[in-house]
Structure formats: C-alpha cells, structure tokens
C-alpha cells in the first residue's frame, strides 16, 4: 500500500500541465510590449492536437476581446471586471485573462484602446472611438450593439444534439425564444433553470424556446455527452442546437446568455443580453405572446 502511494505521489508530482497551460505559461514568458505574436513560432512549439485547439482559442479569443468588452459596456454601463471576462471565454486558470490582454495589447495590429491598473490588471478605461474605427473590430461591433427589437427575426437553421434539424419553419406563427449559451458559463448556469420553469409555465399557451448553444463555434473542449448530461440535469424540454458562424453573424451575438424574444409574427420585441431576474424574463414571454 505504502508503495502505491508513493507510486501515486511522484506520478502526481510530475504530470505535466494540461496543454491551455503550457500554451498560457510559453504566452506568458514570451510576450513582449509592440510584438506581434509569432504563429508560426506558436505552430512550431505547439504540435499535439491538444496543444493546437488551445493555441487557436487564444488567438481568436485576441479578436473576440474587444467586441465582448465594447457590448458588456453598452447593454450595462459599466467596464467588465477580468472574472466577468473570463467566464464569457471559458478561461478558468488563475490569470488567465490577464495574460491573454498583455498578448492582445502587446500585438500592434491591434489599437491600444484600453486602460488598465498596473496593480491588479483590472480594466479602468475604454476608448470606444478607437477601436470602433478600426475596419477589423469596427464592424463585428457595430452588429453586436445594434438593437434586432422591433425587426423581423432572421433566419436561422441548426442541428440539434440529437441530429434533428432545428430551424426557423417549425417554429412559423409561434411566439419562441432564442437563447445563446455556451455549456458552463455562470452567468448561462444562472438564467437555464428560470428558463425552465418558465418554459413549463408558458409552453401550453404555445410558447416555445430554442437554446442555441456555442461550444462549437467558440471552440470550447465540450462535448454532445457533456451537452446531454446537463440537458438531463436541468429538465430541458425544449430543442438543443448547435449555433452556426452564419446564425452567430445574423443576430450579432458576441455575448453569453444573449435572447431574443420573437412574437407570432416573427418580430423580435425583446433583446437581453446576461443574467436577468425572472421577472423580466417572464414580463418579455408575455409581451412575445401578445
């Protein structure tokens, strides 16, 4: 016993770092203030499956950053906070983010347009202007802060996890709920079980919800078992999809939970964006069923 104990602690003792790790640590060793990032360099070091998904979610994660903060600010008014960041990127390594905006602010091709306490890293500025009129943020911005409300929902067509196909035809002259999420996102964690108990509350007046998630799409290690399980879990009723670039780029979504409440006759009336009481959530059903 005392030898397989032994065995257990050395073995523990010299795992090797999961590969977001080892890409987080050569990030933060190697990032220098005005330098781009040498993908090729990245590409060369980082050879493994493993290693190559977590390179590429940082990397798009550095043109992603901006947008997320820009909407945060627009739909609450304030700056987000680097935990706040964090859960919309699935990044849960202590400094994680911190690091990862010392890459994205080191890369001169993208303009310098926060600013930041030196002490705890914490954002304390934006400069808005800026970095909407740089042509490769400029638009994704745009889409993301304007308002859908009051215009005819887009189209959109998905494939459930059960391989089913989910799309905007089944759900004709019915009030629906889009809802983006992505699996174990606090604040999507936070807002699936008012979303369930209002879904048993309004669907036998005809009220439907399609949850739109985005592990796919934002590369996120998760997969349809993982999906399923907390489907189970949380007593979902309602279809299950995979969100689409296309469905992503249409309905300007950037931030998790986003949802938009669509009417009989297929005219967005409501739009929010995070964790919201069950009152408003339960307020914007109701102004979908008028």
């Known amino acids: 016993m005392r030898a397989w104990i032994a065995a257990f602690l050395v073995a523990a003792l010299f795992q090797q770092p999961d590969a977001e790790t080892r890409v987080l640590d050569h990030l933060k060793a190697n ?4 330098q781009p990032l040498d993908v090729s360099q990245l590409n060369q070091t980082f050879k493994k499956p493993d290693e190559q998904k977590a390179v590429q979610r940082f990397l798009n994660s550095f043109f992603r950053i901006p947008v997320v903060i820009i909407e945060f600010q627009k739909r609450t008014g ?22 990862v905006l010392r890459a994205m602010e080191a890369d001169p091709r993208i303009p310098r347009f926060l600013t930041r306490n030196p002490a705890t890293g914490e954002i304390t500025r934006v400069d808005e202007a800026r970095i909407k009129a740089d042509p490769k943020f400029g638009p994704a911005i745009e889409r993301s802060v304007a308002s859908l409300e009051k215009q005819v929902a887009p189209n959109f067509a998905m494939v ?6 989910v799309n905007t035809a089944q759900l004709r ?12 996102c606090p604040p999507c964690v936070q807002t699936t079980p008012t979303l369930v108990r209002l879904f048993q509350k309004y669907s036998p007046k005809g009220f439907q919800i399609v949850a739109a998630n985005g592990d796919n799409l934002l590369g996120l290690p998760y997969t349809d078992l993982v999906r399923a399980d907390h489907i189970r879990k949380q007593g979902i009723r309602f279809p ?6 296309v469905m992503q780029q249409t309905f300007g ?13 297929g005219v967005i009336v409501k739009h929010l964006v995070g964790p919201q009481s069950e009152d408003i959530l339960d307020t914007a059903i109701r102004d979908s069923l008028k």
């Open 253 to 265: 979504v950037t931030f998790f939970p986003s949802m938009f409440f669509v009417n009989r006759q």
């Open 240 to 245: 299950v999809g995979h969100v689409t670039p």
């Open 160 to 165: 459930s996890i059960a391989k089913l196909p």
């Open 173 to 184: 002259g019915q009030p629906y709920l889009i809802y983006f999420w992505f699996s174990n």
């Open 78 to 99: 304030r700056i987000p906070t680097l935990r706040e960041l964090s859960e919309q990127f699935d990044f849960k390594i202590p400094g994680e983010m911190d690091v």
């Open 31 to 34: 990032v220098k203030s005005g």
